[in-house]
């Protein structure tokens, strides 16, 4: 069974930082590309960075220079390391993983991240 637990949520002020985790089972963590995506309220789902199983990273233009994905393979974890966090970057984060012939997705139920004074 495949699960994919979130952690590190939050309510942090403008500009502040937060660390957000997933813990991934029942997959070949290091052969599944990994994603982080996002949801805010009336909003539809927007990918927010990515992580190929050889490290190769890619990031939605609004997020790119604050954030940074990364993974270690041998905790079968993804991080997504945010800084200068603004209001708009409010939204339930989701990790994501993808198998190597794209066919299988997986997601994890989602950690808040609230960006409020």
């Known amino acids: 069974q495949v699960q994919l637990v979130e952690s590190g949520g939050g309510l942090v002020q403008p500009g502040g930082s937060l660390k957000v985790s997933c813990a991934a089972s029942?997959?070949?963590?290091?052969?599944?590309?990994m994603g982080w995506y996002r949801q805010a309220p009336g909003k539809q789902r927007e990918l927010v960075a990515t992580i190929t199983s050889g490290g190769s990273t890619n990031y939605t233009d609004s997020v790119k220079g604050r954030f940074t994905i990364s993974r270690d393979n041998a905790k079968n974890t993804v991080y997504l390391q945010m800084h200068s966090l603004k209001p708009e970057d409010t939204a339930v984060y989701y990790c994501?993983?993808?198998?190597?012939?794209?066919?299988?997705?997986?997601w994890g139920q989602g950690t808040q991240v609230t960006v409020s004074s």
């Open positions: 029942g997959i070949i963590f290091s052969s599944f590309a």
């Open positions: 994501n993983a993808q198998s190597p012939s794209r066919r299988r997705n997986y």
